[in-house]
């Protein structure tokens, strides 16, 4: 694996990094002037292959990537699609079970699913009406 990072990729990783949230390779694609959807992918694919970027699958039709930090979990919101930080770190606790069963964990993903707050609030609105 090479661990150079090609200019290309650089602008992608820097996209992730400014953005902090959540992006499809789409979205990630149409905030770049003259990079293409191939070109996009390859660099995603690098970059979560060095660990910089992490690829997310949560229910959503597309997969979404992030700037890797600080562990934390997620809560997607089953009607609007939203992705949302949860500052909370569970790797201890995935990375002592793992170690009980005797495996390794590299990383953890906890994700939870319900209703976000403002679709709360707007049901909430809704019934009030």
């Given at each position: ?15 992730l ?8 390779a789409?979205e ?79 990383y ?11 679709c ?10």
């Amino acid at each position: 694996m090479r661990d150079k990072i090609s200019p290309q990729a650089n602008l992608v990783l820097g996209v992730l990094a400014q953005r902090r949230c959540h992006l499809t390779a789409e979205e990630i694609l149409a905030s770049m002037d003259g990079i293409g959807t191939a070109t996009v992918y390859r660099a995603l694919d690098h970059l979560t292959a060095l660990g910089l970027v992490r690829r997310l699958s949560l229910g959503k039709k597309s997969a979404v990537y992030e700037y890797v930090r600080k562990e934390h979990a997620h809560f997607v919101c089953s009607r609007c699609g939203g992705v949302f930080d949860i500052p909370a770190d569970f790797s201890g606790m995935v990375g002592e079970a793992a170690v009980c069963s005797g495996h390794k964990v590299l990383y953890s993903e906890v994700t939870a699913f319900g209703v976000c707050q403002a679709c709360l609030e707007g049901e909430h609105q809704e019934n009030a009406s």
